[in-house]
């Protein structure tokens, strides 16, 4: 059975520092996504990494996937406020199975 | 292009009644997956269908249950509710293509008492 672990499962930081936050899973997997989700609102979709070694940024955020590992990271630069969410990362096992096994979820707090 | 559409947004049921949510995929895509979504058990997997034909289900009892039309507008159906099937009900919509991307509705909020 896919298990998808997430830490740190609450992050407060700083405006202005860096972070990351990792995605470990236990089963080989095609794809992986990282979604953002505001208090009381839906999952919006962040990024979809689909080979070892893929990278994407948007803004201040950077994904990475390395599927030897099972690990992907989403890192933060120069946190601003706007960013303060609940973080997922979900895993794909292969294309055509829809089913998404997500993590915890991390709830990053950015302090003024 | 309009996202995707869950009806109601809100729900309050008593414990022993049924339910029905709705789910409007976003235009062409064929696939609509359920989860749900807890402060205890995070985002839980329901099942996902495909062209009218439920492909993978998640562990959940046979009181929750769904289809899809022909029009891949899909329903989830929660029978004999139960207080712990108070949660986020959230749908999402992917074309099932090389690279295939979930996206979700708003979801819907059902609270049983």
């Known amino acids: 059975e896919l298990k998808v672990e997430q830490n740190p499962l609450f992050l407060s930081m700083q405006e202005g520092k860096n972070y990351t936050i990792y995605c470990n899973y236990s089963?080989?997997?095609?794809?992986l996504y990282w979604y953002r989700q505001d208090p009381g609102k839906s999952l919006e979709s962040l990024f979809v990494l689909l080979s070892n070694g893929a990278v994407k940024q948007e803004g201040r955020l950077m994904a990475s996937l390395d599927t030897k590992a099972r690990l992907s990271t989403l890192h933060i630069t120069a946190a601003v406020h706007d960013l303060s969410a609940t973080y997922f990362c979900?895993?794909?096992?292969?294309?055509?199975?829809?089913?998404?096994?997500f993590g915890t979820g991390t709830r990053l707090t950015i302090i003024p | 292009k309009a996202g995707v559409t869950q009806t109601p947004r809100y729900l309050i049921k008593t414990r022993g009644q049924q339910v029905t949510l709705s789910c409007s995929p976003i235009s062409g895509h064929r696939s609509v997956s359920w989860y749900q979504q807890t402060p205890g058990q995070g985002l839980q997997f329901l099942f996902e269908?495909?062209?009218?034909?439920?492909?993978n289900k998640g562990n959940f009892p046979g009181r929750f249950s769904g289809r899809q039309f022909s029009n891949s507008r899909s329903e989830m159906n929660v029978s004999t509710l139960e207080l712990g099937d108070s949660a986020l009900y959230l749908c999402a919509s992917s074309w099932t293509g090389g690279n295939t991307e979930a996206f979700f509705g708003q979801g819907t909020r059902l609270t049983v008492v």
């Open positions: 269908y495909f062209s009218e034909t439920q492909r």
């Open positions: 089963t080989t997997s095609d794809r």
């Open positions: 979900a895993v794909g096992l292969n294309f055509g199975n829809e089913k998404l096994t």
